[in-house]
Nanobody
Framework: QVQLVESGGGLVQPGGSLRLSCAAS????????MSWYRQAPGKERELVAS????????NYEDSVKGRFTISRDNAKNTVYLQMNSLKPEDTAVYYC????????WGQGTQVTVSS
């Protein structure tokens, strides 16, 4: 069955960096666009970044442009989110998602940016 497992979250000080990973299994990873979303307490889930199946196209939410980088390794069935210059407002649970008519979500990983 389809599984998406996020990792790499944690507590980091403002200005710090984290790298999230999402390991995929149960489907042909290289055929699907993938995305990272986040949900802060009391807020709706929002799209952070997306990447096409071949990495030829990437998109970012305005507030993370220049700070976050989405990438993927189709040989490892993994999508990444490199997060630099983190701000307290980046605090949220981060989820990866397979973008398709039938979408799948991971369980999420908590990112907390605080001094």
């Amino acid at each position: 069955q389809v599984q998406l497992v996020e990792s790499g979250g944690g507590l980091v000080q403002p200005g710090g960096s984290l790298r999230l990973s999402c390991a995929a299994s149960g489907f042909t990873f290289s055929r699907y666009a993938m995305s990272w979303y986040r949900q802060a307490p009391g807020k709706e889930r929002e799209l952070v970044a997306s990447i096409s199946s071949t990495s030829g196209s990437v998109n970012y939410e305005d507030s993370v442009k220049g700070r976050f980088t989405i990438s993927r390794d189709n040989a490892k069935n993994t999508v990444y989110l490199q997060m630099n210059s983190l701000k307290p407002e980046d605090t949220a649970v981060y989820y990866c998602k397979r973008e398709a008519i039938t979408s799948y979500w991971g369980q999420g990983t908590q990112v907390t940016v605080s001094s």
